[in-house]
């Protein structure tokens, strides 16, 4: 699986982006999706991940009710919809998949074998 983000940019804080994660292979619809974040400085941190067949969504507490991470099958695509953006958002986000099909990875990264190239998102105060 290859996988490309998009949809990053510049927003006002309490703003909202679309965040797109367009895979490549014929297995996708067998791994369960993540986001993660990076941040200037900072570690990368596990932002939502999403079960291969849509029914579990876990979120990182400080993005509980904010963030809904969501995927389309058919169309080899997940997304992370991000409203009532803050300034503290500001990262590299970063789609992944796990190593093992079927399996949740969970929050570390270091479970998870493939990344995308990241989509800067940028919010103002």
């Known amino acids: 699986v290859q996988l490309q983000a998009s949809g990053g940019g510049l927003v006002q804080a309490g703003g909202s982006l679309r965040l797109s994660c367009a895979a490549s292979?014929?297995?996708?619809?067998?791994?369960?999706m993540a986001w993660f974040r990076q941040a200037p400085g900072k570690e990368r941190e596990f932002v939502a991940d999403?079960?291969?067949?849509?029914?579990?969504?876990n979120y990182a507490e400080s993005m509980k009710g904010r963030f809904t991470i969501s995927r389309d099958n058919a169309n080899n695509t997940v997304y992370l919809q991000m409203n009532s953006l803050k300034p503290e958002d500001t990262a590299v986000y970063y789609c992944?998949?796990?190593?093992?099909?079927?399996?949740?990875?969970?929050?570390?990264?270091?479970?998870?074998?493939?990344w995308g190239q990241g989509t800067q998102v940028t919010v103002s105060s």
């Open positions: 992944a998949t796990p190593r093992t099909p079927r399996r949740r990875a969970g929050v570390r990264p270091s479970e998870y074998g493939r």
């Open positions: 292979g014929r297995t996708f619809s067998a791994y369960y």
């Open positions: 999403i079960s291969w067949n849509s029914p579990y969504a």
